[in-house]
């Protein structure tokens, strides 16, 4: 018999009824961050009953292709801050890996310097992976720059709350994580929350330092 090792990651996942999207966007993950940890890895995914005329049960076999822990919610209507609140509500483990399900990952990171990283600043809440090019010195994230410290691009704390959660593919600590999840409202949206119309959970936001990994001169991730 082979001891189940304890979950690591848990990486929550809000998605709909598009299969081969789903597809794409877990073996991107699978073989370029998640590989070489899969065992200590849970998917907690929620499918929302809209995309393709299909029960959203036939997206099972595809996250069992993946993951041999998982937990599935199949909803009967549609609603994303309920999707959101439900995935983050269930995570329970150090870390958390917030991923939509329609994002491809274009090279192989290593994991393992992500949680090094956040294990060394004690209150950076997320590292999220790189959707903008950077250059020598910093990194841009849509008008806003973060600059390189040298292990990864900050978000300065003028820009916490305008950028520093984001929706993004991110390594979140499982603390902020648990911390946020009773914080949220299901009447706004959940990335938007973050930012504003939600005062309590804008108090826990600014607590936090957030990052964005990548090299300087790299293109996105």
Sequence with gaps: MKETPPILIDIT???VRRPEILKRTLHSFYKNLFHPIIDQ?????NIDPVGEDIPSYNMDSIVSGYFRRYAINLPMT???PTAFCW???KATAPWVFHL???WELLEFIDIGALIHVMKKHRNLASLRLPFFN???DEMKNWNLHFPWNGEYFECPDNLKQAAGFAGHPSLLRGEFV???APLLRLDLNPEKQFHEGNPDLLMEV???DYGVWGRPNHPRM
């Design 87 to 89: 995935t983050w509500n």
């Design 13 to 15: 996942m809000t998605a």
């Design 134 to 136: 950077s250059t020598s």
């Design 100 to 102: 939509e399900d329609d």
């Design 41 to 45: 890895c849970r998917l907690i995914i």
């Design 178 to 180: 648990r911390n946020c």
């Design 206 to 208: 600014m607590k936090w």
């Design 78 to 80: 549609a609603h994303f």
